[in-house]
């Protein structure tokens, strides 16, 4: 008979759930495992509310099990480490983003790619090397593997540095692998959101030259002057677009929704990369010919490996790049659920867990 969450590991734990697709988060009793020779337990004090979260809350892509503790954004302080950590001390800042585990043999772990691992373990709702269910951050504490954690210098704002465990990763990845981190390169930027605002934070600290593309032109002065954008451009105005045309090296796509992808296709240059990091719903219509005719590459990117993670973070810190972030109290996390499907936010909400998750 199987055991119910609260009994299948020896350390209580309790966060929020949603318990059906109607995306409903309430306070949840579940249980950790007990902190192996290689663990880290810490006590979780903020967590990021990813788009990823509203999506697998509402099964919108179709593989959420039930009970879900959501959260990939994970950060806080260590209170226990495994006999066998070399990384990590008590007191110690620690954060987890999308990963916890993966295979550890195939030759994409090898290369400290464990995000491409075909048996990668995501953070919650996928199944663990023991065969339980892997639950978030909306919760008061966690168990990992010190491979899957990161650590912060204690100087950053771990509230507004928790993001940068999806949205930082999810945009310097690309950047790094395509070349589009270095002086001298004309980086496009599609949508200032929650990836978007930190790609420009980024690119801008690596002496990039950055236009954002965004379908809202009253984001324009939040672009260029508080954010530090070269240029912008409305993706609707046909001629703000000709204007620009063949004159990028690259282009980070951070929206979800369907979208064209000819106009931005266009605005690369001979040999230019048009990376796709948002997940649309439907198929999106890809031109072949303008590719053809200027060897450009349309690519795609998965957050990052724990390496590159920690690298990331360690650049974030040494450039004072942190999310704009809205705090917010475990209570209000089923409006600010809402808001986050209208857009109404920020760019990004983050849980203050240490000082508002009470057991119920």
């Not at 969450?5 to 318990?19: L, V």
């Not at 810490?42 to 697998?56: A, E, P, Q, Y």
């Not at 260590?78 to 008590?90: A, N, Q």
Request: proline share 5%.
């Amino acid at each position: 008979m199987a055991k119910s969450p609260e009994q299948e590991h020896p350390q209580e734990a309790f966060g929020w759930a949603a318990r059906d697709p109607s995306g409903l988060l309430c306070p949840f009793k579940f249980s950790r495992r007990a902190t192996g020779e290689k663990d880290v337990k810490f006590k979780v004090l903020f967590c990021g509310i990813c788009h990823s979260d509203l999506h697998s809350v509402k099964n919108e892509w179709g593989f959420s099990t039930y009970p879900l503790v959501p959260g990939h954004e994970i950060v806080g302080e260590v209170v226990e480490v495994g006999s066998k950590v070399e990384k990590f001390k008590v007191g110690d800042k620690v954060g987890v983003g999308c990963l916890v585990g993966s295979c550890g043999s195939c030759d994409n772990c090898h290369n400290h790619l464990e995000n491409y691992c075909p048996k990668m373990i995501l953070t919650y709702g996928a199944m663990y090397h023991d065969g339980t269910m892997t639950y978030g951050g909306y919760s008061n504490m966690m168990v990992a593997n010190e491979q899957f954690a990161i650590k912060f210098p204690q100087n950053m704002p771990l509230d507004a540095v928790a993001p940068l465990l999806c949205a930082g990763i999810t945009v310097y990845s690309p950047m790094r692998f395509f070349g589009l981190d270095r002086p001298g390169v004309h980086l496009g930027v599609v949508g200032l959101g929650g990836l978007g605002h930190v790609a420009v934070k980024f690119a801008k600290a690596m002496g990039v030259k950055v236009t954002v593309i965004s379908s809202s032109p009253g984001k324009r002065e939040e672009a260029v002057q508080r954010l530090g954008a070269d240029a912008f451009l409305v993706s609707s105005d046909i001629n703000q677009i000709q204007a620009a045309m063949g004159t990028m090296d690259g282009i980070i796509d951070t929206v979800s929704a369907v979208h064209p992808l000819l106009p931005l296709i266009g605005l690369l240059k001979h040999n230019g990369k048009l990376v796709l990091l948002g997940a649309p719903d439907r198929p999106l219509e890809l031109p072949v010919f303008p590719l053809i005719m200027g060897r450009k590459i349309v690519a795609g990117s998965c957050i990052g490996g724990m390496k590159e993670t920690q690298e990331m973070i360690d650049f974030a810190a040494k450039h004072k790049i942190t999310a704009d972030i809205e705090v917010i109290s475990i209570d209000y996390l089923n409006t600010a659920m809402d808001r986050l499907a209208k857009g109404d936010v920020k760019y990004r909400f983050v849980i203050d867990i240490g000082n508002t998750l009470k057991q119920a």
